[in-house]
């Protein structure tokens, strides 16, 4: 991480002791890797519990290996119902808010934003490293859940009330739901710092010449997303505080006047006071479904300036992509309903989602074309980043058009919560965002550790990703729509249908593609740590790319650049017949003749 | 021709291949696709289900392979060539955007009529039965006899009647061939109503009394369970839907427990629970 020491490109007059430059470090590149290391060692923890999962479904009668004993002794090694649903709800809320969100957000977002605008760190650097210092207690909190007398969480990542806000109500709505109220209030406050951070940073701070117009689409999409939690976050604090004051039994925003509460508790019924369980989804949804977007766009516009860079063309329809980063930001907003078709919100207000929600496939649909299109007549490296973005496009296609059945209010009624939406879902973050993560990773490898990834295991790993993963989710829409529902336990008594057979071997083979995929990120594990320290050493632009995080060393100096970029084009001018190389970088001085081209 | 790139094109073309095949494995093969017993609802939502197949999947094949061919007639990385030089075209971008706008508008209007039947529009007539879900159970209320009117008893929905109602647990009558009508609320956390066969789905909120009609053709029984994570003992929320042949066998069904509640000696069911303190709000319509 530290081959470079003296130069500080004239920006900071004195060192920095070690504590200050890699712990409490203002520096965005620190603050970066903080939260990709951070984010990728919540990975590992969250998918460990996603084999967990799936081993349950296939196998929900046999000892889970090397950990059962240890874990279920009381339960012959096998997994007990409530762990299953706690691990159902950590797995999502440790892949949602402690992995993408950090990932796409705060660690490719703080590292590329100042490098890609031109100017050497955030707006508000101290305010930068709060933010990474606040995703602690987050994590804190929902490892120490997992450490709480009653177990974690186990309301599901959405913690709909009231089985999430009466402690008594489940094991995991104890401790370890106060827990998880807890540290995702905590991961907002870290979101939130970053994206007024962030905001700042694009609209003050860039270099001379770099216009809206001119920012490459990995900071469009950060800038949008950014505005997104600003404006979307704030809902869902309200839902969390609301949430976990019932939680701990001061109020009932979320419990029913006519709750039966002896039911659950014999003296429960006295704070029953007119609440609503269906107030907190419309409050959860209304930031969670923005939040889908807030993992999405991201991807999206790494994908789309990795796509670029690798097939050494220009970006098809960069206005286009821009506007239709803006339209899916904006439908965003309106669109959280259709999470709730069948949950007792009036059907007739039903309608008015369901048309929101299909509508916002047009400007999913105008990028992916715009993908297509670029690769169209291009010179591909066929570099393993160019191959994961290819797959993510290819796999987007799949989430989005899924989404359309979830989208129209009369097919939802069947496949809601069933292993369709998961594989929706997973199809959208998992196999999209997730694989334009790995092409990102590839992508600005060199240019935070100066060193390339090894090509040749990298697509080793894009191989035996691709292929299991695609088929382990693929089936699940099919498990789905035979009515295999989302958070079974064992969904062996289902094997009394005809269909039971099939539903069981899908998910044996599900089970055994996910391994296979899992097996493959050893491979990636590998080669990002070897290639850290052994990888082949590169320049400061060893793919030949026109944006600006390009023109500084790498990796870049604290302070990043010598001198202040000027900027004179879009960042994606590749193969300009008049040029005399294959890409012709913003900072170029312009040739004569030369047009702006910003897409149609 | 560059061998990597044809690799590379192949395993992309792997999806759309792997997708149809799959599905339309699944699609011919019985057991492999959900059966559905449902003449009104549920076969109004699988002929919407299948429109949006057909175009969701037609764009799919279309859209990967547009992908796969731009791969494959990508120019080879040693050709003299530079890529092509083009920043995007103003007819394919506007070609596309309506394109997609037209088609995605009209699934949109294609279903809103659908959607008013099968959710928004209650159908008129008398609540079959009132379920109230729990952990992990569903109790189930239903009209008893009366044998002065020849017909059930008006089931009050609200506030079901101990003296006017019978309950089972884990058991839905219905007859066949008709429109049923029920309630479903919940005592504790939200549940949800899932009849796979039958295509309803509907949530069980405490606090809140929701209508669910729905209609099934073939007498038999069938699953339904609970599809809303409620707890660890979410997977053991399983019941069953007993279809009568008709409303007349249904019907005698109904006499047949209420003759047998009402016999010397047969202590009356009740609930297990004060009903008093668990009046729900009704819901929408």
């Keep these: 991480m530290s081959s470079h020491s003296e130069n500080h490109g004239g920006h900071h007059g004195h060192e920095l002791s070690f504590v200050r430059r890699y712990i409490f470090s203002t520096d965005h590149k620190i603050i970066g890797l903080q939260f990709f290391f951070t984010a990728w060692f919540m990975m590992v923890l969250g998918g460990l519990l996603a084999l967990l999962i799936r081993w349950q479904l296939a196998y929900p009668d046999a000892e889970v290996p090397l950990i059962g004993r240890w874990l279920w002794p009381h339960n012959a090694g096998k997994m007990t119902p409530e762990a299953y649903v706690a691990t159902v709800t950590m797995h999502g809320s440790i892949m949602i808010f402690a992995v993408v969100i950090p990932m796409t957000t705060a660690a490719f977002g703080n590292y590329l934003i100042p490098l890609q605008i031109g100017y050497r760190d955030m707006a508000f650097p101290t305010l930068n490293m709060l933010s990474y210092w606040f995703i602690w207690p987050a994590l804190a909190c929902f490892i120490a859940s997992f450490f709480s007398a009653s177990g974690p969480a186990g309301s599901g990542w959405t913690a709909y009330p009231t089985l999430s806000v009466i402690q008594q109500a489940a094991p995991g709505s104890g401790t370890g739901q106060t827990l998880w109220y807890l540290g995702l209030l905590f991961v907002g406050v870290s979101s939130m710092m970053g994206s007024v951070n962030y905001l700042t940073t694009i609209i003050n701070c860039r270099a001379p010449g770099m216009t ?269 729509l035979l009515g295999q529902p989302r958070r079974y336990a064992d969904i062996r008594p289902m094997l009394d249908t005809e269909a039971g057979y099939a539903i069981m071997l899908m998910n044996k083979i599900s089970t055994h593609s996910i391994f296979v995929f899992a097996a493959a990120q050893l491979i990636f594990a590998f080669n990002l740590f070897y290639s850290m320290f052994f990888g082949e050493k590169v320049d400061r632009n060893p793919w030949r790319a026109n944006s600006l995080e390009w023109e500084a060393p790498s990796p870049p100096p604290h302070g990043n650049f010598e001198r202040i970029p000027v900027v004179y084009r879009g960042p994606y001018e590749y193969s300009y017949p008049a040029a005399e190389e294959d890409y012709l970088p913003q900072t170029h001085p312009p040739i004569p003749g030369e047009e702006e081209h910003t897409g149609h | ?210 209508p669910v009609w729905f209609d099934a053709v073939r007498p038999g029984n069938y699953e339904f369970y609970c599809a809303e994570l409620c707890g660890p003992g979410h997977y053991m929320m399983r019941a069953r839907v007993v279809v009568h042949e008709s409303r007349a066998d249904y019907e005698r069904w109904l006499r047949e427990q209420t003759a047998r509640l009402r016999a010397p000696g047969q202590p009356v069911q009740v609930m297990n629970t004060d009903t008093k303190s668990s009046v729900p709000t009704l819901a929408g319509n």
């Design chain 1, 212 to 480: 809206f117009f001119r920012l490459p689409m990995t900071t469009w999409a950060l800038f949008v997303t950014a505005i997104l939690q600003a404006f979307a976050l704030p809902v869902l604090t309200v839902a969390l505080i609301l949430g976990l004051l019932d939680n701990l039994g001061f109020t009932s925003f979320f419990v029913p006047q006519n709750f039966d509460g002896n039911w659950i508790v014999n003296n429960f019924a006295r704070r029953s006071a007119g609440g609503q369980p269906l107030l907190f989804q419309h409050l959860f949804w209304f930031y969670s479904h923005p939040a889908v977007y807030i993992m999405v766009l991201p991807t999206m516009g790494m994908a789309s300036d990795i796509i670029a860079t690798h097939v050494r063309k220009p970006l098809f329809g960069y206005k286009p992509m821009v506007f239709s980063i803006l339209g899916i930001a904006g439908l965003g907003f309106i669109v959280w309903g259709h999470h709730m078709f069948v949950s007792g919100m009036n059907p007739t207000l039903g309608t008015a989602f369901m048309v929101s929600t299909i509508m916002i496939a047009l400007p999913s649909s105008v990028k992916v074309f715009n993908w297509i299109f670029t690769v169209w007549g291009s010179k591909p490296n066929w570099s393993t980043a160019l191959l994961f973005t290819l797959a993510f496009v290819s796999f987007f296609i799949i989430g989005g058009l899924s989404g359309i059945f979830m989208a129209s209010t009369p097919t939802d009624i069947h496949i809601h919560d069933t292993y369709f939406i998961v594989a929706h879902f997973h199809f959208v973050i998992m196999l999209g965002g997730m694989f334009a993560i790995f092409a990102a990773t590839y992508h600005w490898f060199p240019k935070m550790f100066g060193r390339k990834m090894n090509e040749t295991l990298g697509k080793l790993h894009f191989v035996f990703s691709f292929i299991p993963i695609f088929i382990g989710f693929y089936l699940m829409h099919q498990v789905g």
């Design chain 2, 1 to 210: 021709m560059q061998l990597g790139k044809l690799l590379w094109a192949l395993l992309f073309l792997s999806v759309p291949i792997f997708g149809v095949v799959s599905f339309w494995v699944c699609h011919q093969h019985g057991a492999l696709w959900p059966e559905n017993i449902s003449e009104v609802y549920g076969r109004k939502i699988d002929h919407l289900f299948d429109v949006i197949t057909w175009i969701t999947g037609i764009f799919f094949v279309g859209t990967e392979l547009l992908l796969v061919y731009a791969m494959f007639t990508s120019k080879d990385e040693d050709a003299p060539e530079k890529a092509d030089f083009v920043h995007g075209n103003r007819t394919l971008e506007i070609g596309w955007t309506l394109m997609a706008a037209a088609i995605l508008i009209f699934v949109a209007f294609y279903q809103i009529p659908i959607w008013t039947e099968v959710k928004v529009q209650k159908p008129k007539k008398p609540a079959d039965a009132h379920i109230t879900a729990s952990m992990w159970m569903w109790q189930v209320r239903y009209p008893l006899w009366d044998e002065q009117a020849n017909a059930p008893r008006k089931l009050d929905v609200v506030q079901p009647a101990l003296a006017e109602t019978f309950e089972l647990t884990n058991e839905l009558h219905i007859p066949a061939k008709e429109t049923v009508l029920i309630y479903v609320t919940s005592r504790d956390v939200i549940h949800s109503f899932y009849v796979p066969k039958m295509r309803v789905k509907q949530d069980a909120v405490p606090g809140l009394l929701i």
